[in-house]
């Protein structure tokens, strides 16, 4: 099987996925049959490629961080845009990791709508088009019988919608509660040590954890988009991130944190999406974990799950030491497993 | 689609898979569009019955908790034993559940490899034949275009090889370490909070976790067949249990444990196999592990594993509050995986 892979956004997910794809390439023929070319590039700032005989991804990668434009491997006419580049690109995966404004989910809903409406399958690593659209975009998959998965969405490359997909059969998901935002855990970590809160949030984003404005993380908002893919994919909810009880964690203090020590807690940004009879009740909140919940465990920038369904009473996933080729492996697990038909 | 079942072993996790299947009956019809039938049951002590229309399963699970035989459900010439039912009973499916020797993997091995070689479809919760005849058994159901799963082998219905079946794929798994006999994490967390090691043993036996001859759990066999079963399969590894490197845990005291503690640690029976070159090394020993390993927090009867590859550095299942339907559910996801061809 060969794959024609159009790229939307180059920036430190998707670089990190060009790299693996180089790296992977004879493993990928060799264990899954799977060669590709990479058809197209988009980029917010440095220009458009395509080349239908493929581009040369190395080369690609040294324009881009030598801080020039990809314009140089374009073959055939302009391109004006990255919805322009969508229609003009030959391929049979769009593979999507731009930026993204989480209280709209766009442009990268856009993007996946005109990508599946072109008969093309989906993977994104943005959360966006999930919290916002999901069964529109699901049920345009589902017509246009292509893939559209969404893996590295939730706790990076970890297999969590997988599982949902793979290992979650004839069973109902009560209960999912997790700690899925770097930031806020990180900071909460470092406000246990006696770092003040300001403090704290600067060393995050020193450290490339948090972004130059780190509200959308401190106040939950990553968080509760999160939480509503999850509560859509697999407990058949069909939330907004309007929908969710959200509480970020400015106002807690150094000694918040060591008072809950001192009585066996930690506080934890949980989230939190819980079956009550038809509805799906989701919230986002600073919560007080007593230290035998492996969830109290999980510090600086790690993030989990625990999943509570009728038939494992108590199912929990930790992924540490992410980095941007995690994220990138789980949108190549979404390629393979799309090439194999696990979406039909 | 519709799937014929001829069950081997009608203990606790048989029984519990009956009940299973009783109650997620509409379940599988309305998601997974699968209809089954049980046409016959082997059991060790309460008889065989086979009924090609279909046994009730309700008044089979009713005979043997009443002590009764299963002979008066039986229709057709007599039965007799287990090999003689896998030849007799038409089914598409076996789903075996029996009592293991583990240092030999028998009768299990047998009856799974008679099950394929008489093109069934083979489910089994049982380690043995998995870790005493892997390949063999694998070579053979490719040959006869069948499936052959196990995932209640290694922590029960946690679904630990469906990832490397769905989600580990082109990465290289580079370490495995896991906590996965219940018995010995039982008595180990007791030794920590006082109790002596004779007592702790005696507790695990009352509450069910321990057998009457709790030595295949004590001295680590347990733990070493599960180690195989991962390192084959996750691995690509062709060790047998004498190959591992195995401790058990006789001779801690509570004192051990509590130093242990005392330097921020806690000694638990630590499984793990580890690629070296074209090897795989694999061990069973007590291991100090410090409280910041998610493995170190695992208690009582839970059990966890941490994968490392090359593109995952460090994901960590955790299974809790788990019971025989914690078991027959990996079983029944192994069913429906079997009847969507995630085999082939």
Not at 180 to 187: D, E, G, M, P, R
Not at 234 to 252: F, K, W
Not at 282 to 297: N, Y
């Amino acid at each position: 099987m060969h794959i024609d892979i159009a790229l939307l956004g180059f920036g430190n997910v998707a670089r990190a996925l060009a790299r693996l794809l180089v790296r992977k390439t004879d493993t990928l023929r060799e264990e899954a049959g799977l060669t590709y070319r990479v058809t197209g590039i988009a980029t917010h700032s440095r220009g458009f490629a395509i080349d239908p005989d493929g581009l040369d991804l190395e080369a690609a990668l040294r324009l881009v961080e030598a801080g020039q434009k990809l314009d140089s491997l374009h073959k055939g006419p302009p391109v004006a845009d990255t919805l322009a580049l969508i229609a003009a690109c030959p391929a049979d995966l769009v593979m999507e990791a731009t930026w993204l404004n989480p209280q709209t989910g766009q442009p990268a809903t856009d993007y996946v709508r005109a990508a599946l409406a072109a008969g093309r399958h989906v993977v994104t690593a943005n959360k966006g088009p999930v919290a916002f659209a999901y069964r529109e975009l699901m049920e345009l998959a589902r017509r246009q019988d292509r893939g559209f998965f969404f893996e590295s969405t939730v706790m990076d490359g970890a297999p969590v919608l997988g599982m949902g997909r793979e290992a979650f059969l004839a069973t109902t998901i009560e209960r999912i509660r997790g700690i899925l935002n770097s930031t806020t855990n990180y900071v909460l970590t470092r406000l246990e040590q006696g770092v003040s809160f300001d403090d704290a949030v600067a060393e995050a984003q020193q450290i490339g954890v948090a972004e130059a404005d780190p509200s959308n993380d401190l106040e939950g908002w990553d968080a509760t988009v999160k939480t509503v893919v999850l509560a859509n994919v697999l407990m058949g909810a069909d939330l907004r991130p309007a929908d969710v009880d959200r509480t970020g964690i400015t106002g807690l203090t150094s000694a918040d944190l060591k008072a809950a020590l001192d009585a066996g807690e930690r506080v934890k940004l949980l989230c939190e999406a819980v079956r009550e009879g038809d509805q799906v009740r989701a919230s986002v909140r600073p919560a007080r974990l007593p230290l035998s919940d492996p969830l109290s465990q999980v510090d600086q920038t790690s993030s989990a799950i625990t999943f509570q369904t009728d038939t494992l009473h108590r199912l929990t996933l930790i992924e540490g030491d992410t980095d941007p080729t995690t994220t990138a492996y789980g949108m190549l697990v979404d390629m393979i497993n799309i090439a194999r038909g696990r979406y039909k």
